[in-house]
């Protein structure tokens, strides 16, 4: 099993380039089942959740081919179930399920189950697939929806920590097919599910308002193949934002969205970083100590729960009280115990964790859980004194690629190592 091992205290200079967004592509990769043609995605980032995503549409009879930055999917003759196996290990390949029913009226996906941040439930998927038709059944661990015909409604999607990413998805994915129009009230507004739109778009789907919180979609009676290029990572950008910040050094990241990064990128000023834009550049600097800000993740275009975990991280190296409080998943702080480990002084209060920052971190061997926590013990053991090793680094490449080669281009000493 990889770890990384990181000698911190190095302030990061240096530009890093920006991959496509992990939670565009998946969704973008499942929609190529809508369609008989053969679609083209550019920008595909090298993560271990794009390629299982390319493994589970194979499984489902696509034809999938990488090539670089580029997938070519042809999904000409598909089948309806899902891999228990790999949607198990992938909770976004449950966005197979809205295409494989636009697609084929049928589709049998396993409950992709909880994970290390919450229960992850998919009642609101289900709740609005049925809207348009469909009738669920689960059972054996596995959900079955089957519809003679679907047929477009009005929908309300939002749930008891607000809309949904995938669900908006799955749902949008299926009403492009239906007949007559669909309307979800409450629809997840990520810059991911914009993208999205826009590729069914380009496939002949009719949406308009995706982005805001109604969503309409005029179903049609087939969708053509398309070439698309994914939006830059956000959550990516963030991170190695915030990693500068961290190490008090200067980056640059180049093709980012800035227009997407707006409630980190508000933060990080307030927390006293400097941050100069450019077009589709970003450059952020520390000149100065830091200021402790409190945090509290929301739906877009709130600050986002994926960059929870790294804030915490830079609060912890703050001087001052920070208190970050998590409204998105259940239990999204894992990260807390292993930065405790590198000095951080850090209390849970039920939702919000209580950062006293200012110390100086030490580095010390910690474990990955989640992926942006681990993100976040990477950013940690950057700025701390010191070795730190991070262990189960498998969660990292699901989600940033090529994290150990992006940082030693930006003077970081970090090495990927074989561990026990
Ligand atoms: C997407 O997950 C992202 N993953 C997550 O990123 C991200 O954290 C999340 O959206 C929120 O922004 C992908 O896009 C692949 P949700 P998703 O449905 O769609 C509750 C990362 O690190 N909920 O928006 O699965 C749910 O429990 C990952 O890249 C229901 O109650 O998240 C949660 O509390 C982690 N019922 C909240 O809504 C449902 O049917 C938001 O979940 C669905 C969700």
Same mark, same amino acid.
């Given at each position: 099993?990889?770890?990384?091992?990181?000698?911190?205290?190095?302030?990061?200079?240096?530009?890093?380039?920006?991959?496509?967004?992990?939670?565009?592509?998946?969704?973008?990769?499942?929609?190529?089942?809508?369609?008989?043609?053969?679609?083209?995605?550019?920008?595909?980032?090298?993560?271990?959740?794009?390629?299982?995503?390319?493994?589970?549409?194979?499984?489902?009879?696509?034809?999938?081919?990488?090539?670089?930055?580029?997938?070519?999917?042809?999904?000409?003759?598909?089948?309806?179930?899902?891999?228990?196996?790999?949607?198990?290990?992938?909770?976004?390949?449950?966005?197979?399920?809205?295409?494989?029913?636009?697609?084929?009226?049928?589709?049998?996906?396993?409950?992709?189950?909880?994970?290390?941040?919450?229960?992850?439930?998919?009642?609101?998927?289900?709740?609005?697939?049925? *809207?348009? =038709?469909?009738? +669920? %059944?689960?059972? /054996?661990?596995?959900? @079955?929806?089957?519809?003679?015909? &679907?047929?477009?409604?009005?929908?309300?999607?939002?749930?008891?920590?607000?809309?949904?990413?995938?669900?908006?998805?799955?749902?949008?994915?299926?009403?492009?097919?239906?007949?007559?129009?669909?309307?979800?009230?409450?629809?997840?507004?990520?810059?991911?599910?914009?993208?999205?739109?826009?590729?069914?778009?380009?496939?002949?789907?009719?949406?308009?308002?995706?982005?805001?919180?109604?969503?309409?979609?005029?179903?049609?009676?087939?969708?053509?193949?398309?070439?698309?290029?994914?939006?830059?990572?956000?959550?990516?950008?963030?991170?190695?934002?915030?990693?500068?910040? *961290?190490? =008090?050094?200067? +980056? %640059?990241?180049? /093709?980012?969205?800035? @227009?997407?990064?707006?409630?980190? &990128?508000?933060?990080?000023?307030?927390?006293?970083?400097?941050?100069?834009?450019?077009?589709?550049?970003?450059?952020?600097?520390?000149?100065?100590?830091?200021?402790?800000?409190?945090?509290?993740?929301?739906?877009?275009?709130?600050?986002?729960?994926?960059?929870?975990?790294?804030?915490?991280?830079?609060?912890?190296?703050?001087?001052?009280?920070?208190?970050?409080?998590?409204?998105?998943?259940?239990?999204?702080?894992?990260?807390?115990?292993?930065?405790?480990?590198?000095?951080?002084?850090?209390?849970?209060?039920?939702?919000?964790?209580?950062?006293?920052?200012?110390?100086?971190?030490? =580095?010390?061997? +910690?474990?990955?859980?989640?992926?942006?926590?681990?993100?976040?013990?990477?950013?940690?053991?950057?700025?701390?004194?010191?070795?730190?090793?991070?262990?189960?680094?498998?969660?990292?490449?699901?989600?940033?690629?090529?994290?150990?080669?992006?940082?030693?281009?930006?003077?970081?000493?970090?090495?990927?190592?074989?561990?026990?």
């Amino acid at each position: 099993m990889e770890s990384l091992l990181i000698k911190g205290g190095v302030p990061l200079r240096g530009e890093v380039r920006i991959s496509g967004a992990k939670n565009a592509v998946l969704p973008i990769m499942a929609a190529a089942l809508l369609t008989e043609d053969p679609c083209v995605i550019h920008r595909v980032p090298k993560l271990s959740d794009v390629r299982f995503m390319g493994q589970i549409l194979a499984r489902l009879g696509a034809e999938v081919h990488f090539e670089g930055d580029t997938v070519r999917i042809h999904a000409r003759r598909i089948k309806g179930a899902g891999d228990y196996e790999l949607v198990r290990k992938m909770r976004g390949s449950i966005c197979v399920l809205g295409p494989l029913l636009a697609r084929l009226k049928k589709a049998s996906v396993s409950l992709p189950g909880g994970c290390v941040i919450g229960a992850r439930p998919i009642n609101l998927h289900l709740k609005g697939l049925e *809207a348009l =038709g469909a009738k +669920v %059944t689960i059972k /054996g661990g596995y959900v @079955d929806v089957a519809a003679k015909r &679907l047929i477009g409604s009005a929908m309300f999607l939002g749930g008891r920590a607000g809309p949904t990413v995938l669900g908006t998805a799955n749902v949008m994915m299926a009403a492009t097919l239906a007949q007559g129009v669909t309307v979800i009230e409450s629809a997840a507004c990520e810059p991911e599910v914009v993208d999205l739109a826009a590729f069914l778009n380009a496939m002949g789907a009719r949406i308009t308002g995706a982005g805001s919180p109604t969503v309409t979609i005029a179903g049609v009676r087939q969708l053509h193949g398309a070439e698309h290029e994914v939006i830059p990572d956000r959550i990516e950008a963030a991170t190695y934002a915030i990693a500068g910040a *961290a190490t =008090g050094g200067e +980056v %640059t990241l180049r /093709g980012a969205r800035p @227009d997407h990064m707006r409630a980190v &990128l508000d933060k990080l000023s307030d927390a006293g970083a400097k941050i100069e834009r450019n077009d589709s550049d970003l450059t952020i600097r520390r000149a100065g100590p830091l200021k402790a800000v409190d945090i509290t993740t929301l739906p877009y275009a709130g600050f986002p729960t994926d960059v929870q975990a790294q804030m915490m991280a830079l609060m912890a190296l703050t001087p001052g009280i920070s208190i970050i409080t998590e409204r998105i998943f259940e239990s999204r702080f894992m990260h807390v115990s292993e930065l405790a480990r590198l000095g951080a002084d850090i209390e849970i209060e039920g939702p919000s964790a209580i950062v006293k920052g200012g110390r100086l971190l030490t =580095g010390a061997p +910690v474990m990955a859980s989640d992926l942006r926590a681990s993100a976040a013990l990477v950013i940690a053991g950057l700025a701390a004194r010191g070795a730190t090793q991070v262990n189960r680094v498998y969660h990292i490449d699901r989600g940033y690629e090529n994290i150990d080669g992006k940082l030693r281009r930006l003077g970081a000493r970090i090495k990927r190592i074989e561990a026990s």
